[in-house]
């Protein structure tokens, strides 16, 4: 199975900062690794696809890098309606899909 | 537009078997290559994936509860399902139906389940 991990747990932050948020998956997923965002009582909404690839619709302050291992969810400047928490997901289709654990972003 | 309604019981004895339905409007369960998925999350916690079915019918499960769980498809009513037996409090969760493909692009509004006596 392939288990991933979220940096950090939570962030506190300001509108206008600009966020980082890392996500480490215990084999190589390649770039099969997905972000979302969720807000409280709602359903998560896909942000970044295939490690970078910006979902129709999201804002291009939301951007995603990375391959193998690591990987990261940027916000270039935070704006009030991104507080929220963040899941990354790795989706390699040879095995069972994984969430990681989650960043809260919060009001600094 | 593709939508994902879950369906079933929101309460559940311990040691029965959790049943819920997911029916997908606005596009073919079986078109495409889409996995259809489940996934869950305790109240305050985090999501948690249960497991997904490919349009061909093959299924993958979490290791943590493949002895437990069960994802069926009825392609002639659009839906496709879970079963998860002998359920404990630790199966109450707010239940996500979604389909995968590139990530979870659509996912349904969630089913509250608890599991009580």
């Known amino acids: 199975d392939i288990q991933m991990t979220q940096s950090p747990s939570t962030l506190s932050a300001s509108v206008g900062d600009r966020v980082t948020i890392t996500c480490r998956a215990s084999?190589?997923?390649?770039?099969?690794l997905a972000w979302y965002q969720q807000k409280p009582g709602r359903a998560p909404n896909l942000l970044i696809y295939?490690?970078?690839r910006l979902e129709s619709g999201v804002p291009s302050r939301f951007s995603g890098s990375g391959s193998g291992t690591e990987f990261t969810l940027t916000i270039s400047s935070l704006q009030p309606d991104d507080f929220a928490t963040y899941y990354c997901?790795?989706?390699?289709?040879?095995?069972?899909?994984?969430f990681g654990p989650g960043t809260k972003v919060d009001i600094k | 537009q593709v939508r994902l309604q879950e369906s079933g019981p929101g309460l559940v004895k311990p040691s029965q078997t959790l049943s819920l339905t997911c029916t997908v409007s606005?596009?073919?369960?079986?078109?495409?290559?889409?996995?259809w998925s489940w996934i869950r999350q305790p109240a305050g916690k985090g999501l948690e994936w249960i497991g997904r079915?490919?349009?061909?019918?093959?299924?993958i499960y979490s290791p943590s509860l493949k002895s437990r769980v069960t994802i069926s498809v009825d392609s002639s009513k659009n839906q496709f399902s879970l079963k998860l037996t002998s359920v404990t409090a630790a199966d109450t969760a707010m239940y996500y139906c979604?389909?995968?493909?590139?990530?979870?692009?659509?996912w349904g509004r969630g089913t509250l389940v608890t599991v009580s006596s």
């Open positions: 979604a389909r995968e493909g590139e990530g979870a692009d659509y």
């Open positions: 606005g596009g073919s369960i079986s078109g495409g290559s889409f996995y």
């Open positions: 079915l490919y349009t061909g019918g093959s299924t």
């Open positions: 084999q190589s997923v390649s770039t099969w």
């Open positions: 295939q490690a970078s």
């Open positions: 997901q790795q989706y390699n289709s040879y095995s069972p899909f994984s």
